[in-house]
């Protein structure tokens, strides 16, 4: 049976952004230096940016930084949250670049409280009743966080989704906060995986081919129903 990690993906990511080799990312967290092919392979899953690591992503130049310490400055100065952080920088948000890029956001010391909700959540802190489960636990297929909008304002306080409808960029109308919905642009709402995720206005809601369930698409839960 084999062993259970004594670490997170986010650590890995910590490691990985501060390290400038494997035997360092192994020393971060409390690891033999050794078994290099499995950390590679946890580099690999999560996509994290390992370009400055020697042999860490060999032969992948897909991995390559296309963007500098300075750049990251900016972005993040520039931007209301991770989300709109990653896209600034020209990627797609998804759970591996946003473990990357929070990485590094946390080994440059990076003021974010600037960020949708107004918590510095790059910090590291932790605060008293609120959920502490990692977000790699949460951000996944057959994922579960309480109700929808439970995981929309989790998303936000973080700073990983913007506080305002990302297809229009309403955040008010008419003087009044807009209500503000967790849209899974698949229509499965067991599929919490960050690219699955959107925050959207009632109106830009409403127009989505899943809104409502409109599109009639087996979820995951339902296949684990039938066996499949």
Same mark, same amino acid.
């Given at each position: 049976?084999p ?11 910590a ?10 990312? =192994?020393r971060?967290l409390?690891?033999r ?8 392979a =946890?580099?690999a ?27 990251l400055?900016?972005?993040? *100065? ?8 990653l896209?600034?920088?020209g990627?797609?948000?998804?759970g ?5 890029i929070?990485? =590094? ?9 600037h ?6 959540w790059?910090?590291g802190r ?8 990692p977000l ?10 309480g109700?929808?909008?439970?995981l929309r ?11 305002h409808?990302?297809e229009?960029?309403?955040?008010e109308?008419r003087?009044?906060?807009?209500p503000? *919905?967790?849209?899974h642009?698949?229509?499965? =709402? ?5 690219e699955?995720?959107?925050?959207l206005?009632p109106?830009c809601h *409403? ?15 339902n296949?684990?129903?039938?066996g *499949?």
């Amino acid at each position: 049976m084999p062993r259970s990690r004594s670490w997170t993906d986010e650590q890995l990511a910590a490691a990985v952004a501060a390290s400038r080799t494997l035997s360092e990312v =192994h020393r971060r967290l409390g690891l033999r230096p050794g078994k290099y092919d499995t950390m590679r392979a =946890h580099i690999a899953r999560l996509g994290l940016d390992a370009a400055h690591i020697p042999r860490a992503v060999a032969g992948d130049t897909r991995r390559t930084r296309t963007w500098t310490d300075n750049d990251l400055a900016a972005a993040v *100065a520039a931007g209301r949250s991770v989300h709109d952080v990653l896209r600034r920088l020209g990627y797609t948000p998804n759970g591996g670049m946003f473990r990357n890029i929070t990485a =590094h956001i946390r080994r440059l010391e990076l003021d974010t409280s600037h960020f949708g909700g107004g918590q510095a959540w790059a910090r590291g802190r932790r605060f008293p009743g609120r959920n502490s489960r990692p977000l790699d636990e949460l951000l996944v297929v057959g994922g579960t966080f309480g109700s929808g909008s439970s995981l929309r304002r989790r998303l936000i306080r973080d700073g990983i989704k913007p506080d305002h409808c990302e297809e229009c960029g309403l955040r008010e109308w008419r003087g009044r906060a807009l209500p503000l *919905a967790l849209d899974h642009v698949n229509g499965d =709402h067991t599929d919490n995986r960050l690219e699955n995720l959107r925050i959207l206005c009632p109106n830009c809601h *409403a127009i989505t081919d899943t809104w409502c369930r409109r599109k009639s698409q087996p979820t995951y839960s339902n296949w684990q129903r039938a066996g *499949a």
